[in-house]
T-cell receptor, first 116, second 111 residues
Framework: NAGVMQNPRHLVRRRGQEARLRCSPMKGHSHVYWYRQLPEEGLKFMVYLQKENIIDESGMPKERFSAEFPKEGPSILRIQQVVRGDSAAYFC??????????????FGEGSWLTVV | GQQLNQSPQSMFIQEGEDVSMNCTSSSIFNTWLWYKQEPGEGPVLLIALYKAGELTSNGRLTAQFGITRKDSFLNISASIPSDVGIYFCAGQETSGSRLTFGEGTQLTVNP
């Protein structure tokens, strides 16, 4: 997972505050994915982005969550008015442009959000 | 939606033993991936499989992409204490699309 940079690694927010998680993909990667992992569970897909485009946001909660991947700068996952149930590890992953033979997805080290 | 059933949920083995875990899916995947996750870290890619029937090794790890494209297994031979962690399978429908993860196999290796 070297190369996919996430920050902050740990974030504590009070209920009702906003959380912003940042992800810089590996060099040369143009696809970014966000996944959420609740304790003792597998990773659940949230959103898939390319530069300036949201490709698939079918895993995003309908309210309070948004994601962007601007032309310049990192991808941002934004959670507004956080609640205790948002406490989880949020992983960003990146991949190069897809090919018929398949591509591989590399993960960052995660951002652990705790809502108190 | 797609579901991946991963088993076993946990394994407790002695150092030197071989380990096998598998994933089955309700739908077809074109790519199977196996990851290892250690506490406080992100998943690290171990093996990627792209073709039905493909058998691929990475050191003591061997994984196979099932013929039906609905299953995959991972074997670890001669386990060592540093193999401890959670192993996840993941399926990908098409190149670039989302990954669907299994629930993980927690591996404990006793020295």
């Amino acid at each position: 997972n070297a190369g996919v940079m996430q920050n902050p690694r740990h974030l504590v927010r009070r209920r009702g505050q906003e959380a912003r998680l940042r992800c810089s993909p590996m060099k040369g990667h143009s696809h970014v994915y966000w996944y959420r992992q609740l304790p003792e569970e597998g990773l659940k897909f949230m959103v898939y982005l390319q530069k300036e485009n949201i490709i698939d946001e079918s895993g995003m909660p309908k309210e309070r969550f948004s994601a962007e991947f601007p032309k310049e700068g990192p991808s941002i996952l934004r959670i507004q008015q956080v609640v205790r149930g948002d406490s989880a590890a949020y992983f960003c992953a990146s991949s190069p442009v897809g090919s018929y033979s398949g591509n591989t997805i590399y993960f960052g080290e995660g951002s652990w959000l705790t809502v108190v | 939606g797609q579901q991946l059933n991963q088993s076993p949920q946990s394994m407790f083995i002695q150092e030197g033993e071989d380990v096998s875990m598998n994933c089955t899916s309700s739908s077809i995947f074109n790519t199977w991936l196996w990851y290892k996750q250690e506490p406080g870290e992100g998943p690290v890619l171990l093996i990627a499989l792209y073709k039905a029937g493909e058998l691929t090794s990475n050191g003591r790890l061997t994984a196979q992409f099932g013929i039906t494209r609905k299953d995959s297994f991972l074997n670890i031979s001669a386990s060592i204490p540093s193999d401890v962690g959670i192993y996840f399978c993941a399926g990908q429908e098409t190149s670039g699309s989302r990954l669907t993860f299994g629930e993980g196999t927690q591996l404990t290796v006793n020295p």
